[in-house]
């Protein structure tokens, strides 16, 4: 059965340097720093890839998150997959948790999130199973 948790977070993104022998790709990485708040409670840590178009309204991204914490009371680990384009200012995100990479409480986890941005404030709802 599919649950729902739902809540808000605060993001910091911290530009990485490109990896050695990278030379001018137009590819930029960041560090990913995250809390979670409300039903889904816990830091997670990830890295971001990311190309931006000449005309700004075009790009791409993904990222892999690592999230530490509870889900709706029971606690583990688990990791999420990003995946992001946005096609002259229309965007499209997929944000799913990487296949068999819970712990804890939370061996069996599947699921996606969508993220939320409005007026500047971040916040997420995110549909997911456990396997009983």
Request: glycine share 16%; proline share 3%; aromatic share 6%.
């Amino acid at each position: 059965m599919t649950k729902r948790a739902s809540g808000t977070f605060d993001v910091k993104l911290t530009p990485m340097a490109p990896d050695v022998g990278a030379g001018d790709t137009g590819t930029g990485r960041m560090r990913i720093d995250k809390q979670f708040h409300g039903e889904l409670e816990g830091p997670s840590q990830g890295q971001m890839l990311a190309v931006m178009a000449a005309s700004k309204t075009s790009g791409g991204y993904v990222a892999m998150e690592h999230v530490s914490g509870t889900l709706h009371g029971r606690s583990g680990t688990f990791a999420l997959q990003h995946s992001g384009t946005m096609t002259r200012g229309a965007q499209q995100l997929s944000v799913t948790v990487v296949p068999d990479s819970g712990t804890g409480q939370l061996v069996g986890l599947t699921g996606s999130m969508r993220i939320i941005i409005d007026e500047g404030k971040h916040s997420y709802e995110f549909d997911y199973a456990l396997a009983e």
